[in-house]
């Protein structure tokens, strides 16, 4: 074996071990955020903002923030809705201002913080502070927002296009068991809150701030092992809207790409929407207790990791897209059950965590690998920006939509149920895109199976 042959060799070990390195501070990412999204967005700020708001309400069962009229049942809803139009204006300019100065760990840095920050500060929501929750849920589901624009963008220079699949579905693993751990930690706490001299108020403002303090500290461990590439000199970047329009631009030269985006977006409005509201769901319309939902969402959690890693295997079999076709057909059926579901029934409430636990993970990880196939090198954050508007709770159209139904019929039946729409029309614009023929356009390598 010749000497050239013996450095190539080493250099490639090098590189994979370096990839794995970074790999598994990719990983603790998603380790460390996805404790907000679980305990505070899924289980306890829902209701929880929801009876704060109701202690603020009229006669009439209103809010007005800012002036406003807003029934008191809708208001996390479109808080929801909310935090995505500023979450518009700061992720373009973010995924940008990373492509092009090649410095994506300080901005991840202070975006995960400041939401970190905002969590942490939910300890002092209390009384009739809904305004302040409002605020903080902002704040905080903004800042999500950018720092996981920031974090996919690290995908495709982390693992190869063969790689991808299984790191993608490794990081949501991850993330899906932080989850759980600590949703065992705060179910604890809730449930024995009298053990720990606390009223249940406090237990719930506590397991909120806890989720802040989890997210900042574990975020050192990506800061630590991910690296910053050298970008090519580029013009500055745009500002909110203005960048956003850039990037769409851009994408019309990539018009598979738009139109997977444009799948993605539909239908995982559906996704984070289903994730924020079965809470407010299962409380306000079935009537069960908050350690029930615990109990479900924990459900979800668990069946979440295994979800992700066998969506993951069958994608390695099928193809990223075939699979997550038919993830969108057990959404639909799952979410129509739903609709049936009895009153006062905690059984068949954790049937339907089952099945939406089985499906939430590999959704989630086979868009996020399939789309890193479709972005041009050197575009990857400016394109997750986009990605991104519909990702993590950030949804705006689903919450809207579910508050809108609920306040014009009074039922979170119909409000659940309306959900149905975004799988449907999301199945249909994918089964559209020619995923290969957008691999090739974004002057990507086409792995084996997509």
Known sequence: MGSDTVRAERTADEEAAGRRREQRGWYAYDWACSVYSTSVLTVFLGPYLTEIAKAAADADGYVHPLGVPVS????FAYTV??????SIFVMPLAGAAADRSGRKKPLLAAAAYLGAGATAGMFFLDGDRYLLGGFLLIVANASLAVSMVLYNSYLPQI????????VSSRGWAFGYASGALVLVANLVLFLAHDTFGVSEATAVRICLASAGVWWGAFTLVPLRRLRDRKAPPSETAGRGLRQLASTVRDMRRHPHTLAF???YLVYNDGVQTVISQ?????????????????????????LAVAGALGMGRLARTYGAKRTILGSLVAWTVTIGA??????????????????????????QALSRSLFSHLVPAGKEAEYFSAYE????????LGPLVFGLTFQLTGSYRDAIISLVAFFVIGFVLLARVPVRRAVRDAGNLVPDRI
């Open 81 to 86: 809705s909310a935090s995505v139009l500023v």
């Open 389 to 396: 508007i519909s990702d993590r709770g950030m949804a705006w």
């Open 72 to 75: 008191a049942g809708s208001f």
């Open 261 to 263: 985006l444009l799948a």
């Open 338 to 363: 739903g609709y049936f579901l009895p009153s006062g029934a905690p059984v068949w409430f954790f049937v339907l965590a089952a099945g939406i636990g089985l499906v939430l993970g590999g959704t």
């Open 159 to 166: 693992a190869t296009p063969e790689e991808r699949d299984a």
């Open 278 to 302: 079965a809470s407010v769901y299962g409380s306000e319309e079935l009537g069960l207790g908050q350690s029930t939902l615990i109990v479900a969402v924990l459900l979800v959690q668990l």
